[in-house]
């Protein structure tokens, strides 16, 4: 069963979100976008999956790494997933303005910022679905 993760851009201008795994993970275990994926402001989009039962070895971790400019600073929104006997735990975390969160199992937020001067946040959550969560991370300028 796969885990999405979602951006919900509440920026005025549409974001840019480039998708990676490390290490290598075979494509038929992750969404591998091939290209960026376009975020406008408003609706939520999907920037990537992962399955969580299947290719996710027990005791191998792989983290999901989705980059993306906001206020003209990188920031790095990822989950790190982590092999089971069963199954897989994963924990999110944040990253901007040499700032992190930290890998995070409930959650994540982080206020920047960025090079415009201006004040963002990037929340990341769980988002309940079918066997497992969903993540959504919101951007938003404070």
């Known amino acids: 069963m796969p885990t999405n993760v979602y951006v919900q851009n509440e920026l005025p201008v549409s974001v840019t979100v480039d998708t990676s795994v490390t290490p290598a993970l075979s494509d038929k275990y992750w969404s591998n976008p091939s290209d960026p994926v376009s975020a406008p402001p408003g609706q939520p989009v999907e920037i990537c999956w992962m399955d969580r039962d299947i290719g996710i070895t ?20 990822q989950e790190q997933v982590t092999g089971t006997a069963v199954s897989s735990i994963i924990a999110i975390q944040v990253t901007a303005a040499g700032r992190s969160t930290g890998w995070q199992d409930e959650g994540a937020a982080l206020t920047f910022t960025a090079a415009d001067n201006n004040t963002y946040q990037v929340v990341g959550k769980f988002v309940s679905a079918s066997t497992y969560d969903n993540v959504i991370y919101t951007a938003i300028k404070l």
């Open 58 to 77: 027990n005791g191998d971790t792989w983290v999901f790494t989705s980059a993306a400019s906001v206020g003209g600073s990188p920031v790095q929104m």
